[in-house]
């Protein structure tokens, strides 16, 4: 029997079904291979007890991509929820969003929610002067009074769709505004902060409409780019590579180089999204540096061997020479 993992709890997988929802764990073999299995996985089940409605997972089947942060499988599409206010939308964060999901090549579709409480005219024009130009789609709704979701619905369908963004920016609201029931658990956010206090704690996979699925995921905020070159970070900016004129040069970094060809596309670019550019190429070059320092490390202590780089083993770990094996033989028979 194949389903689909549509929540998971500690060793608990719950798994859709054609005969409903299954609770299952995973066989022992699978534990011991160390497999993990993401919701959205579809997955085989075995020793299927009807009475129970509990299985054991045989395996894994066709994994067409996954997320790691929010950890899913066989997702299409990635919705990025901002509020318009309550949180406030922070353009950094978004950028740092939108960056993951180029880095992921999974196409985001940009959703600014809570429009009921926003009065500032100005924030909307500025929105989609940034992000429209780039190609990206913008939509805003209210989960609250129920607006904009019509626009959402043609683009769930069909399609595995993630929710991610900070908390409190009304994910699950969404969801249950789709749903017109309050399936998910939502809080008010913070009195002081004005963020969320990060209500939702597991990822879950619902059926919003046939053949529509959507991900609900706990808010998150923490991504940073040290885990790349510098040299990359332009590609996950699609200003640089939506124009043909573009700076050649191979180290180039575009942030004020002596040279620098990408002059045009920088002025265009709106100054936030220039700054986001630059603080992330920043977290990228801390990484750069930390591997080039532990890279030294390693040569340090490496010895030159018929010209081949060796790096030391300490006497612990390093295997006995036949000789000394046989000196101990010897000592021993003595
Ligand atoms: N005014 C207004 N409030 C909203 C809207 N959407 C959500 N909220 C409120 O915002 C608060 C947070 O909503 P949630 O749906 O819990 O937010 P979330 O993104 O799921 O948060 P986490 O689960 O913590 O990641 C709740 O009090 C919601 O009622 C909206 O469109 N308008
Ligand atoms: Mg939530
Ligand atoms: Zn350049």
């Known amino acids: 029997m194949i389903g689909r993992v549509i929540k998971i709890f500690s060793d608990f997988f719950y798994v859709a079904t054609d005969l409903g929802i299954v609770e299952?764990?995973?066989r022992t073999v699978l534990k011991k291979q160390k497999e993990e299995i993401y919701t959205g996985d579809y997955v085989e089940l075995a020793q299927f007890d009807a009475n129970s409605m509990q299985a054991f997972i045989l395996k894994v089947v066709n994994r067409k991509n996954l997320i790691t942060k929010p950890k899913a499988a066989n997702i299409s599409q990635v919705i990025i929820v901002s509020a318009l206010k309550e949180p406030d939308l922070n353009f950094e964060q978004l950028d740092r969003y939108i960056a993951h999901c180029e880095y992921n090549k999974i196409i985001p579709v940009l959703c600014f929610n809570k429009e009921d409480i926003q009065e500032d005219i100005n924030l909307k024009k500025k929105i989609n002067d940034i992000y429209e130009n780039v190609g990206y789609k913008i939509i805003y709704t209210s989960a609250l009074k129920k607006t904009g979701l019509e626009e959402l619905k043609p683009i769930l369908k069909s399609n595995t769709s993630i929710l991610c963004?900070?908390?409190?920016?009304?994910?699950?609201?969404?969801?249950?505004?789709?749903?017109?029931?309050?399936?998910?658990?939502?809080?008010n956010v913070s009195d002081k902060t004005k963020r969320g206090i990060h209500t939702t704690r597991h990822c879950e996979l619902l059926e919003v409409d046939k053949d529509s699925f959507i991900v609900d995921t706990p808010g998150f905020s923490h991504l940073k780019f040290d885990f790349l070159l510098p040299s990359e970070i332009q590609k996950l900016f699609k200003e640089f590579s939506l124009k043909k004129e573009s700076c050649k040069y191979k180290n180039c970094l575009h942030t004020g180089e002596i040279g620098c060809k990408a002059i045009d596309i920088i002025k265009d670019m709106p100054l936030s999204r220039y700054e986001s550019y630059k603080?992330?190429?920043?977290?990228?070059?801390?990484?750069?540096?930390?591997?080039?320092?532990?890279?030294?490390?390693?040569?340090?202590?490496?010895?030159?061997?018929?010209?081949?780089?060796?790096?030391?083993?300490?006497?612990k770990k390093r295997n006995s020479s036949r000789k000394t094996i046989k000196q101990k033989i010897y000592r021993e028979e003595i």
């Open 24 to 26: 299952a764990k995973l």
């Open 279 to 315: 603080k992330f190429v920043l977290e990228a070059k801390d990484y750069e540096e930390k591997i080039s320092k532990k890279s030294i490390k390693s040569e340090k202590g490496s010895k030159y061997n018929q010209n081949k780089i060796m790096t030391k083993i300490s006497h």
């Open 165 to 187: 963004g900070a908390s409190g920016v009304g994910k699950s609201s969404l969801i249950n505004a789709l749903l017109n029931e309050t399936k998910l658990r939502t809080q």
